[in-house]
């Protein structure tokens, strides 16, 4: 994690915070239309966690989750990856869709690794 350049660290920020609106708005469609919305809830959530590790391993931002948290949030980030790859591998190369789908998967990828790195702390 430390030799992740700040370019990396800065697009990885922003594609969470970009993801997680985008997730908020159409949680907030899909309430209005009386839709369930459990699975959203939990990858928003999810998303959360790992925008707020990235942010706690990089910018020293504390957070308040435990082991099981941080446990179940990289179960459901890890989940949304093979989507994610698919979107990729079936995205046109250069296109703008590619460049985001390609940032969204690094920042995973650096979530995942934050949260193992935290829990392996927590088990120390």
Known sequence: MNSVTETIKTESIQSF????????????QMKEKGANTTLIEKRLHA?????A?????????SH??????????????RGLMPSIEKAYANSKT????RTLLECRLKSLELAIQAIDEQCRECDV
């Open 64 to 77: 308040h989750y435990g082991q099981g948290v941080l446990s179940d949030a990289r179960t459901v980030l």
């Open 94 to 97: 250069g296109s703008p869709q």
């Open 53 to 61: 590790l990235l942010e706690n391993v990089w910018n020293r931002q």
């Open 17 to 28: 915070q970009s993801t997680i609106r985008k997730m908020e708005k159409g949680l907030a």
């Open 47 to 51: 998303m959360r966690i790992g925008l």
